[in-house]
């Protein structure tokens, strides 16, 4: 059978608030299958038959700016953080492309999500795809 997975992103880009993290909802499919993403609401949820493992990977292409840290995070139900990655370098010159991957076990009806932050000072603007993006996929 056909194992749950996709590739998502957005169209256009997003825009972070300053010191305030945001989940974002991705509205373009590079591919799909099992009916995980909903382009309306956001969060994956794991369908009927759907419980078990998944890899789940959410990065992040944030605007050039010389100011504060660029953080990417995995969160479930809405709580719980099950990865995170943070990068304090940042450039007025170039974009932090931050990539956070982790191993979750989703139970029927479980969520998952991408979150982004940055303290740059002012509004930043995520780069589209390929570096904001959402990748997840069922493990066998």
Not at 24 to 50: C, D, E, V
Not at 92 to 98: I, K, P, R
Request: net charge negative; aromatic share 10%.
């Amino acid at each position: 059978p056909v194992q749950p997975a996709f590739e998502t992103n957005g169209a256009t880009s997003f825009i972070v608030p300053n010191s305030s993290w945001a989940a974002l909802i991705f509205n373009t499919f590079q591919y799909h299958s099992g009916n995980l993403y909903n382009t309306t609401t956001g969060p994956t949820t794991a369908p009927s038959g759907g419980a078990g493992k998944y890899d789940v990977i959410c990065s992040g292409g944030f605007a050039a700016d010389a100011d504060g840290a660029r953080i990417v995070r995995i969160v479930k139900n809405n709580t719980t953080v099950v990865a995170y990655t943070r990068d304090p370098t940042s450039s007025a010159s170039y974009g932090t492309h931050v990539q956070t991957s982790d191993i979750v076990n989703l139970e029927v009806g479980d969520t998952v999500r991408c979150e982004y932050f940055h303290d740059s000072g002012a509004a930043m603007a995520l780069d589209t795809y390929p570096y904001t993006k959402m990748v997840m996929s069922k493990r066998l």
